[in-house]
């Protein structure tokens, strides 16, 4: 016969469990620890003063060694490591960013280093870092109390985004693209409001897409995972967790479906070519000034289509030289690179319009971004 299979156990104490709790492997009790550890808000200090005592032994007194052990292990599995390969720092999943060209939050605080032939692309860095500070405080407001204190402590270790705040994020992001072009644009800042939403509204599905795909390639490279939101992540492999608070009455199974299809067909595969073509941040500010200013937002006149055209010519202009100051020699493929990824994007966008219908008749995302 065969042998027993051996039970499960806590990933923190190591004593046997029957199921999951706050998603991880883990025994109610150090889950109903992590909690109260977290609503208190205390500063915990090691009882040996090294750090080691759940190494030492799992069913350690020490809470310190304990409630950085459950942190550890809930970054590890949302950024998809092993629980196994964690160590007991808890801020093993900050915000710091892999390559020195990637643009955060921290964007905005920095001097400027490059030469005056590219000023549209400098005053876009700056303002796209503005727009990631207020994404980064304005979804403090959507997320749970476990990432709040972490933001709180200037750590950012990403949730799993849900249902219940994914709408509320997207509005953050829509209202700050508004501001990030007006400030990046003197021409979009000049057109009434009406204009300025008819071609953020227009164009937000391609542009927040875009967005999620160059944040997600630099963050989660080696995996399929996502980032709907400057704060959250999404993995097709658990969208259970993101389906946890969707309305009453929805099908879940049918949902969960139809998210994982969709995803897979459109951001999964383009996730793909995001990370072979690898984005410079002058390349990117071009990829989402293009996505702003095209020909195929609805209900332009003349005017508008002379607009998108002069600043689609800055652009490329810009572009050319940032291309000359680095020495490229590969400009042609590399441009044509770039301009691939801009129609596939687009395509993106025009597919996620065409499921926002379906989910909606789902009972789902009644109410978008408006």
């Not at 156990?9 to 029957?18: H, K, T």
């Not at 001097?111 to 549209?120: I, K, L, Q, V, Y």
């Not at 995996?223 to 929805?250: K, N």
């Not at 010519?313 to 940032?322: A, G, P, T, Y």
């Amino acid at each position: 016969m065969a042998a027993a299979e051996e039970p499960e156990r806590c990933l923190i104490c190591e004593v046997p469990i029957a199921e999951m709790h706050l998603g991880i492997m883990c025994c109610r009790a150090c889950s109903v620890f992590y909690k109260r550890t977290l609503s208190q808000k205390r500063v915990l200090r090691c009882k040996e003063g090294d750090g080691q005592c759940i190494l030492k032994n799992p069913k350690t007194t020490c809470r310190k060694c304990r409630y950085e052990r459950f942190s550890s292990i809930l970054s590890a599995c949302a950024e998809g490591r092993p629980a196994e390969d964690i160590s007991s720092d808890s801020d093993s999943m900050d915000f710091t960013p892999s390559p020195s060209c990637f643009l955060d939050h921290t964007t905005s605080m920095q001097s400027d280093s490059a030469s005056n032939e590219t000023p549209t692309f400098e005053k876009m860095k700056r303002a796209y870092g503005v727009l990631c500070l207020m994404r980064k405080n304005g979804e403090m407001g959507t997320c749970t109390t476990q990432i709040y204190d972490q933001l709180q402590r200037g750590i950012i270790n990403f949730a799993y985004a849900t249902y219940g705040n994914v709408v509320p994020n997207a509005r953050i992001m829509y209202t700050g693209l508004l501001d990030f072009f007006s400030t990046s644009f003197e021409d979009f800042r000049n057109l009434s409001k009406e204009h300025q939403h008819l071609f953020v509204y227009g164009n937000f599905d391609m542009l927040n897409k875009t967005d999620d795909l160059y944040r997600s390639v630099q963050h989660f490279p080696d995996c399929d995972t996502l980032m709907p939101s400057y704060t959250t992540i999404f993995r097709v492999d658990r969208v259970d967790e993101f389906l946890v608070d969707c309305p009453p009455g929805v099908n879940k199974e049918e949902a969960g479906a139809e998210f994982v299809k969709n995803t897979k067909r459109s951001l999964v595969t383009n996730k793909a070519h995001f990370k072979r073509v690898q984005l410079d941040g002058e390349e990117f500010m071009a990829l989402l000034g293009l996505g702003l200013w095209n020909d195929n937002t609805p209900n332009s006149d003349d005017e508008m289509i002379e607009l998108v055209k002069k600043n689609r010519s800055v652009i490329m202009r810009e572009l050319h030289k940032h291309y000359a100051r680095k020495g490229r020699t590969d400009y042609a493929g590399r441009l044509g690179d770039l301009l691939c990824l801009l129609v596939n994007m687009q395509k993106v966008g025009d597919l996620h319009k065409e499921d926002e219908q379906v989910y909606m008749l789902m009972n789902m995302f009644n109410e978008y971004v408006t």
